[in-house]
């Protein structure tokens, strides 16, 4: 299991477009894949999770991957995390 924080620099999640860009990218992977945020865990798989996150720009967030492409799910999440909304 990895666990890495990300802060959601002058990005959001809230945007849909967001969302569903995080949702494509996730799906790929066999991982299971979390984001937590003031205290509420969602599968970044869902949009309606994503959303309903709440998390706006300069948010912490922690990633939860977990499965056996974890590392490689990591990566790519995470990357696509700090650069939405660019």
Do not use: W
Not at 27 to 55: D, F, P, Q, W
């Amino acid at each position: 299991m990895i666990r890495d924080r990300v802060t959601l620099t002058g990005k959001t999640l809230s945007s849909r477009a967001n969302a569903v860009a995080l949702v494509q990218l996730a799906s790929r992977y066999e991982s299971r894949i979390m984001l937590e945020h003031a205290h509420k865990i969602v599968n970044a798989k869902s949009t309606l999770g994503l959303l309903s996150l709440c998390a706006d720009a300069d948010a912490v967030t922690m990633l939860v991957v977990e499965g056996p492409d974890e590392a490689e799910a990591n990566t790519a999440v995470r990357a696509l995390l700090q650069t939405l909304g660019e």
